[in-house]
């Protein structure tokens, strides 16, 4: 019958006001069996704000307890409807007062309202009897006025709409009384009013009809069967009118709550008692039982705190020939800590950025517990080591705070497990993992695995090769992390850097722009930027230096004698000149450098071959046997300077010799005529001996009178000489570690004298006595036709007197 015909009568019930509100707290009244989305009242309204605010503060209803929820709110429009249909019997049972308890929760700033909602009952439900047919056994010698329990009907409404009034069909013999029990129930009792007779009427069959107080009236009915028997006039009596026992929730099936026990004086079949529920609700049907005989009930289903927490049973004591009495069983719930504690998370930023401060409210979440008492209390803590903490708030709110500053490069996402503990015995506590991302910010810079690069690239490279890679790692996040390479703008022998190389801005490979030449320059140094992109964007800076390297791109380039075509030097060597005597020297360099540079000497021609030697690193050329008559005067030896570089590199040169003690020997100079050379070049030989003669007799008398005026001995006559001149070195040809040809400056003036072994081979200072400074270059003499003279850089004049 529930829920039937409830449209004609509540609706004035519907008609909802708010009954209270101080200090924030809300309550309404609202009947039971409301359809879903009826509107129970407008919380934005009640509370001052509008949909709109309501809406934005992130309103939201918690309900205490942790219960079936029943009642939502329309946060757009803030009004509280039905979201599941209320049954105030299933919900509340018995008890006159039904509650639902909330929390209203609203965001920035955090605010707590109660909300309370009672449930009103309605009539939905009609009285009902224990049993289909109330069987009575009465003895014809009860006297007039005898009075018969017929037990008390059961209606799950409260209030007026539970049992208020009975009727009982007419008849003959007996009326009905109504009574009121001690917790305000009615019950009725059949009294008699004519004596029966059992030899007139044996059987009797009367109706009796329950009503309520609702509007409209519901009524339930049974059946009385009356036996007219032998007198018994003796009733039960129960040993204590309530029997009160308290239960821990959660205790087994099987479980003896209580015994009853009820007396009766008469003997026999008079006198047996046996027992039953006389009013129970289904609820209380499905966890009780009881047994007829002994009168023990036992728990036949679970009992629980947080569903129920009293009930109360009535129990019916009967002898064998119906008469009857009632005792009321009382059992309280006891509670037992048994539910852990519920942790919700009402809001949580996330991710947060690493730049947070310290203190600042990341999320907020409410604990809750179903116990109650003192299982019901909770502490709230976040276990391990995290830059998190737990603020109180109010009525079992928290705050999620930081403590500490976030950094994404070294930890990126937290699991921060909150543990929640009532203080039951034993304690129960359960956990729950927030995770946690930390956004990232720019706030490093790249760094390159090294402050400076070395490098090597040999000469003559390709355009476009690459010569080294530069690398730097930013710990930040994507675009924030991505690092981009340049190079920083500057000059180089003031050309600008980017002449001579470039980098792949994302992979930090630097190329070489053209080809570079070892002669030129040696090395370069560059400042290398990375930056990453984040906002604004951070930078660093490494040094690259680049070494060009030598390859052997120089062939050797002799210096003396002259190369053939500018000049054609002729050398005069005594006849008496002996094994190991100096002849002349063949002057290279070589451009590069190293092992590039290393030359050595050989004579791969010659007219006489085995008279001379050549020292193969010195370059100087000796008598490598004594000179005989069989030789001849004209001596032609064809040098081969060659370098150590891989592939190696020559160049070639003459060296003509005259064998003769005194000028007037040497044949016409017109005579001497050479195969390799011009006609051109012949005149300019014959020239350069006569103007040589004649400059070396003129030297020879002035020393003659000089040695005269002295009176020194042995007296030297200088019949002639020939002068061999001094190399000409072309610009850049300065060596460094000794690694070429010129370990030292060379000067080379030679006056070759006739005579016998006492006639000596002397080295003088150049025509030229100026020397150059450190990082020169040298340069031939414009005064001096015969490239007499040259110096080199830190080079020292050097003489050298050599007997023959």
Same mark, same amino acid.
């Given at each position: 019958?529930?829920?039937?015909?409830?449209?004609?009568?509540?609706?004035?019930?519907?008609?909802?006001?708010?009954?209270?509100?101080?200090?924030?707290?809300?309550?309404?009244?609202?009947?039971?069996?409301?359809?879903?989305?009826?509107?129970?009242?407008?919380?934005?309204?009640?509370?001052?704000?509008?949909?709109?605010?309501?809406?934005?503060?992130?309103?939201?209803?918690?309900?205490?307890?942790?219960?079936?929820?029943?009642?939502?709110?329309?946060?757009?429009?803030?009004?509280?409807?039905?979201?599941?249909?209320?049954?105030?019997?299933?919900?509340?049972?018995?008890?006159?007062?039904?509650?639902?308890?909330?929390?209203?929760?609203?965001?920035?700033?955090?605010?707590?309202?109660?909300?309370?909602?009672?449930?009103?009952?309605?009539?939905?439900?009609?009285?009902?009897?224990?049993?289909?047919?109330?069987?009575?056994?009465?003895?014809?010698?009860?006297?007039?006025?005898?009075?018969?329990?017929?037990?008390?009907?059961?209606?799950?409404?409260?209030?007026?709409?539970?049992?208020?009034?009975?009727?009982?069909?007419?008849?003959?013999?007996?009326?009905?009384?109504?009574?009121?029990?001690?917790?305000?129930?009615?019950?009725?009792?059949?009294?008699?009013?004519?004596?029966?007779?059992?030899?007139?009427?044996?059987?009797?069959? #009367?109706?009796?009809?329950?009503?309520?107080?609702?509007?409209?009236?519901?009524?339930?009915?049974?059946?009385?069967?009356?036996?007219?028997?032998?007198?018994?006039?003796? +009733?039960? +009596?129960?040993?204590?009118?309530?029997?009160?026992?308290?239960?821990?929730?959660?205790?087994?099936?099987?479980?003896? +709550?209580?015994?009853?026990?009820?007396?009766?004086?008469?003997?026999?079949?008079?006198?047996?008692?046996?027992?039953?529920?006389?009013?129970?609700?289904?609820?209380?049907?499905?966890?009780?039982?009881?047994?007829?005989?002994?009168?023990?009930?036992?728990?036949?289903?679970?009992?629980?705190?947080?569903?129920?927490?009293?009930?109360?049973?009535?129990?019916?004591?009967?002898?064998? #020939?119906?008469?009857?009495?009632?005792?009321?069983?009382?059992?309280?719930?006891?509670?037992?800590?048994?539910?852990?504690?519920?942790?919700?998370?009402?809001?949580?930023?996330?991710?947060?950025?690493?730049?947070?401060?310290?203190?600042?409210?990341?999320?907020?979440?409410?604990?809750?517990?179903?116990?109650?008492?003192?299982?019901?209390?909770?502490?709230?803590?976040?276990?391990?080591?995290?830059?998190?903490?737990?603020?109180?708030?109010?009525?079992?709110?928290?705050?999620?705070?930081?403590?500490?500053?976030?950094?994404?490069?070294?930890?990126?996402?937290?699991?921060?497990?909150?543990?929640?503990?009532?203080?039951?015995?034993?304690?129960?506590?359960? %956990?729950?993992?927030?995770?946690?991302?930390?956004?990232?910010?720019?706030?490093?810079?790249?760094?390159?695995?090294?402050?400076?690069?070395?490098?090597?690239?040999?000469?003559?490279?390709?355009?476009?090769?690459?010569?080294?890679?530069?690398?730097?790692?930013?710990?930040?996040?994507?675009?924030?992390?991505?690092?981009?390479?340049?190079?920083?703008?500057?000059?180089?022998?003031?050309?600008?850097?980017?002449?001579?190389?470039?980098?792949?801005?994302?992979?930090?490979?630097?190329?070489?722009?053209?080809?570079?030449?070892?002669?030129?320059?040696?090395?370069?140094?560059?400042?290398?930027?990375?930056?990453?992109?984040?906002?604004?964007?951070?930078?660093?800076?490494?040094?690259?230096? +680049?070494?060009?390297?030598?390859?052997?791109?120089?062939?050797?380039?002799?210096?003396?004698?002259?190369?053939?075509?500018?000049?054609?030097?002729?050398?005069?060597?005594?006849?008496?000149?002996?094994?190991?005597?100096?002849?002349?020297?063949?002057?290279?360099?070589?451009?590069?450098?190293?092992?590039?540079?290393?030359?050595?000497?050989?004579?791969?021609? %010659?007219?006489?071959?085995?008279?001379?030697?050549?020292?193969?690193?010195?370059?100087?050329?000796?008598?490598?046997?004594?000179?005989?008559?069989?030789?001849?005067?004209?001596?032609?030896?064809?040098?081969?300077?060659?370098?150590?570089?891989?592939?190696?590199?020559?160049?070639?040169? %003459?060296?003509?010799?005259?064998?003769?003690?005194?000028?007037?020997?040497?044949?016409?100079?017109?005579?001497?005529?050479?195969?390799?050379?011009?006609?051109?070049?012949?005149?300019?030989?014959?020239?350069?001996?006569?103007?040589?003669?004649?400059?070396? #007799?003129?030297?020879?008398?002035?020393?003659?009178?000089?040695?005269?005026?002295?009176?020194?001995?042995?007296?030297?006559?200088?019949?002639?000489?020939?002068?061999?001149?001094?190399?000409?070195?072309?610009?850049?040809?300065?060596?460094?570690?000794?690694?070429?040809?010129?370990?030292?400056?060379?000067?080379?003036?030679?006056?070759?004298?006739?005579?016998?072994?006492?006639?000596?081979?002397?080295?003088?200072?150049?025509?030229?006595?100026?020397?150059?400074?450190?990082?020169?270059?040298?340069?031939?003499?414009?005064?001096?036709?015969?490239?007499?003279?040259?110096?080199?850089?830190?080079?020292?004049?050097?003489?050298?007197?050599?007997?023959?």
């Amino acid at each position: 019958m529930r829920g039937k015909g409830l449209s004609t009568f509540l609706f004035p019930l519907a008609v909802l006001s708010l009954l209270r509100r101080s200090h924030g707290d809300l309550s309404y009244a609202v009947p039971e069996e409301m359809k879903r989305g009826s509107v129970v009242g407008n919380v934005a309204a009640d509370l001052g704000l509008d949909p709109k605010r309501f809406s934005e503060r992130k309103a939201r209803l918690n309900v205490d307890g942790g219960g079936r929820r029943f009642l939502d709110i329309d946060y757009s429009s803030g009004k509280m409807t039905v979201a599941e249909v209320v049954d105030r019997e299933e919900l509340c049972a018995s008890r006159t007062s039904c509650v639902l308890k909330y929390s209203l929760v609203l965001e920035k700033p955090l605010e707590l309202h109660a909300v309370t909602v009672q449930i009103e009952d309605v009539n939905d439900n009609a009285p009902q009897f224990s049993t289909d047919v109330i069987k009575l056994e009465i003895r014809e010698s009860a006297v007039k006025g005898t009075v018969f329990l017929l037990g008390e009907a059961h209606d799950a409404d409260v209030g007026q709409n539970t049992v208020q009034g009975y009727s009982l069909e007419k008849n003959g013999h007996f009326s009905l009384r109504i009574g009121t029990n001690a917790d305000g129930g009615k019950y009725s009792e059949l009294v008699l009013d004519k004596e029966l007779d059992r030899e007139q009427e044996k059987y009797m069959n #009367l109706l009796l009809t329950a009503t309520d107080g609702g509007r409209p009236q519901r009524s339930g009915s049974v059946e009385i069967n009356i036996t007219v028997l032998d007198a018994n006039d003796n +009733v039960p +009596v129960f040993s204590q009118s309530t029997y009160r026992v308290s239960l821990p929730e959660n205790s087994a099936v099987g479980t003896s +709550v209580v015994t009853v026990s009820a007396r009766d004086a008469d003997e026999g079949v008079n006198g047996e008692v046996t027992y039953e529920f006389s009013r129970l609700s289904d609820k209380a049907a499905r966890i009780f039982s009881l047994d007829k005989v002994s009168g023990e009930i036992k728990l036949i289903g679970n009992i629980d705190y947080e569903t129920e927490s009293l009930y109360e049973l009535r129990i019916q004591a009967k002898d064998g #020939l119906g008469l009857a009495s009632n005792a009321k069983v009382v059992v309280e719930v006891i509670d037992v800590n048994d539910n852990e504690p519920v942790i919700v998370i009402q809001s949580i930023s996330n991710p947060v950025p690493e730049n947070t401060d310290s203190a600042t409210e990341v999320g907020i979440i409410n604990v809750q517990d179903k116990d109650a008492g003192g299982n019901q209390p909770i502490r709230c803590t976040i276990q391990g080591n995290v830059p998190f903490t737990l603020n109180p708030s109010i009525k079992n709110f928290y705050s999620i705070v930081t403590t500490g500053p976030l950094d994404r490069e070294q930890v990126a996402d937290y699991n921060i497990t909150i543990t929640a503990t009532d203080e039951g015995m034993p304690p129960l506590s359960s %956990s729950k993992v927030i995770h946690l991302s930390v956004s990232d910010v720019n706030d490093n810079p790249p760094v390159f695995d090294e402050q400076s690069y070395s490098a090597y690239i040999a000469e003559n490279n390709k355009a476009g090769t690459s010569i080294c890679s530069v690398t730097a790692r930013d710990p930040d996040w994507r675009q924030n992390g991505t690092v981009l390479y340049s190079l920083l703008p500057s000059e180089v022998n003031s050309v600008p850097v980017s002449s001579f190389l470039s980098i792949n801005a994302d992979t930090g490979v630097i190329h070489a722009v053209r080809s570079f030449d070892y002669e030129q320059f040696r090395s370069l140094k560059v400042q290398v930027v990375s930056r990453d992109n984040g906002s604004p964007p951070l930078s660093s800076n490494a040094t690259v230096s +680049v070494f060009i390297t030598d390859e052997n791109d120089n062939s050797p380039q002799i210096l003396y004698p002259a190369p053939e075509g500018k000049s054609l030097m002729t050398e005069m060597v005594p006849k008496a000149a002996l094994s190991g005597s100096l002849v002349s020297k063949v002057i290279a360099v070589d451009a590069d450098s190293g092992q590039n540079a290393w030359l050595s000497y050989r004579i791969v021609k %010659s007219t006489d071959p085995g008279l001379f030697s050549m020292g193969v690193h010195s370059g100087e050329i000796r008598v490598q046997r004594d000179i005989s008559e069989s030789d001849s005067m004209k001596q032609n030896l064809v040098i081969s300077v060659r370098d150590n570089g891989q592939p190696p590199l020559s160049a070639t040169c %003459s060296v003509y010799l005259l064998i003769s003690d005194n000028l007037a020997e040497v044949p016409e100079l017109k005579d001497m005529t050479y195969e390799e050379k011009s006609s051109k070049l012949t005149s300019y030989l014959i020239i350069a001996l006569v103007s040589v003669s004649t400059f070396f #007799l003129t030297f020879i008398i002035l020393i003659l009178a000089v040695r005269f005026c002295r009176r020194r001995k042995p007296r030297l006559l200088f019949d002639g000489a020939v002068a061999i001149p001094s190399a000409y070195l072309p610009p850049n040809y300065a060596e460094v570690e000794g690694a070429g040809t010129l370990r030292s400056s060379y000067n080379y003036d030679a006056y070759l004298t006739t005579g016998s072994h006492t006639s000596d081979f002397k080295f003088i200072r150049s025509y030229n006595d100026s020397t150059l400074p450190a990082g020169g270059t040298l340069r031939k003499s414009p005064d001096d036709p015969f490239g007499s003279s040259f110096n080199e850089a830190h080079g020292e004049e050097v003489r050298e007197t050599l007997f023959i």
